[in-house]
């Protein structure tokens, strides 16, 4: 009953360093999400993908890059972390047929330094 | 554009005490409306949804009613306690075709025994 799974949990990162960060769900859902989350500023959508093969930009996407690797994995890279990259990223996934309900990960915890 | 706003926090209470956290939208159509729950160190998790004007959800005592006449969807507890200490989230999605989640500030809620 794993829901969904994100790695690592905690990372430090110097500046222009790349890393990516997984993401896997085991539920069967089209729909997965990449989020982060700051102080006073809520969850901001960085990338999506509707279903397999496709992504789109969310709200904040300058800096990142995503992969929908399969049905069931969708990455974040960023490929030269900037401190205002330090954040918790959310990891998520939605399907109609679960009414449309988005199902979150435990969050990774990045520093940037 | 669809937004959410929520009442600032962080609201403290004292155990049994009962609770109110406001949450209006602003969205075209009729959206789905939900609240997510933030524990300590955890991602978030759904707490009840409403999906048309007039719905309550409700959830471990948490309730909340669909509210289209002043586009609100307000958040209430009965009697608080220590273990509802969390971060919440008011959120939409419109219900046609492919939408992404919005998401409110969140409202960090602390309750003392």
């Known amino acids: 009953n794993a829901g969904v799974t994100q790695t690592p949990k905690f990372q430090v990162l110097k500046t222009g360093q790349s890393m990516t960060l997984q993401c896997a769900q085991d539920m069967n859902h089209n729909s997965m999400y990449w989020y982060r989350q700051d102080p006073g500023m809520g969850l901001r959508l960085i990338y999506y993908?509707?279903?397999?093969?496709?992504?789109d930009k969310g709200e904040v996407p300058n800096g990142y890059n995503v992969s929908r690797l399969n049905k069931r994995e969708f990455s974040l890279r960023l490929e030269s972390a900037a401190p205002s990259q330090t954040s918790v990223y959310f990891c998520a996934s939605s399907d109609p047929d679960s009414g449309n309900t988005i199902y979150f990960g435990e969050g990774s915890w990045l520093t940037v330094v | 554009g669809n937004s959410v706003t929520q009442m600032e926090g962080p609201v403290t209470l004292s155990e049994e005490a009962f609770l109110t956290i406001n949450c209006t939208y602003t969205a075209t159509g009729y959206p789905s409306l939900f609240w997510y729950v933030q524990y300590p160190g955890e991602g978030l998790q759904l707490l009840l949804k409403?999906?048309?004007?007039?719905d309550k959800g409700s959830n471990k005592g948490f309730e909340a009613t669909y509210r289209k006449e002043t586009t609100s969807f307000h958040l209430e507890k009965g009697s608080v306690q220590v273990s509802d200490s969390a971060v919440y989230f008011c959120?939409?999605?419109?219900?046609?075709?492919?939408?992404?989640?919005?998401f409110g500030t969140g409202t960090r809620l602390l309750v003392s025994p």
């Open positions: 409403a999906t048309k004007a007039d």
């Open positions: 993908s509707a279903s397999e093969g496709t992504t």
């Open positions: 959120a939409l999605k419109k219900n046609t075709g492919f939408q992404k989640l919005v």
